[in-house]
């Protein structure tokens, strides 16, 4: 998702954002609400948070939930989070803010019901035809036709695309991004034409990597908040060099370390030779 998103997706959108940096993990019990999950998370260049919602129907609820999961997120990461909700063809307006009191929460809506589908599909399927390279562009309105008004057989335009890495990757990403909205048809379709097992293999390469990230940043929360514990604001600039250590095996090394270290200038010291040893490993 990361790297199908980082350079063009909230432009696609029309979101004026920080460039996304990496996807963070969402089903962590701090962020579970009620048995559900928010759909994605990332860590944004100036080191805020998307949250992105997918929607095919609109309750004011929702929003209660949405907030939810945004203070949850905001406990465990301690930063400034802006949420969007992505709607589907059939909700053509929804509440964006709600006062809550002493808390006013304000999200911002994209409504994929602006999007021509169907004009969509037939420059896509033309591109295809004629054997040209998809943009990125094109390869995000080829992800997000599920969710535009579209009359077209969309599973017929991946047999189309020729490049089997290209074809692989894209569809992977559509069932991924589609799995609460997605026709269970269009799914059978899809999986006609790839191999299932190729499918497979791309979800599972991007789960192990996804479960990777999770366990980095949950060992770096965990070293910045026995900081935090130790000197408050003064590790303000420590913690951030610890964000830069994202080897699982410095950062378990280091908390051990730390645990034993006396004062802030011996786990300074420990810091710089964990980054260090990632930077120049034997």
Known sequence: MTEQFKDRALDFYGIDFAPIVRVEATDLPTITVNDRRMDFLFLLA????????FQTTFEEVDL???LQYDVSAYELFKKPIQTVVIYGADISNALTYKNYGSVKYETQAVYMKNYGGDQIM???WTKAENGE???EIDELNLIF???MNSAVNR??????IQDEDTQVRLMATVIAISDKFID??????LLEVLSM???LEEFEKRARLMEEQARVSQSQNSIKDYLDVHFGMESADLQKRVEMINDLEQLHRLLRSLYRADDQQIMEDLIEAAILRQENPK
């Not at 269970?184 to 379709?189: N, S």
Request: hydrophobic share 40%; proline share 3%; glycine share 0%.
């Open 46 to 53: 100036d080191d805020t948070y998307l949250h992105l919602e």
């Open 64 to 66: 209660n939930r949405f």
């Open 122 to 124: 037939r420059e896509l």
């Open 133 to 135: 390279v998809l943009s």
């Open 145 to 147: 036709l599920p969710l």
């Open 155 to 160: 599973s017929e335009l991946a047999k189309k």
């Open 184 to 189: 269970k048809a269009y799914v059978d379709q």
């Open 197 to 199: 097992a190729k499918v």
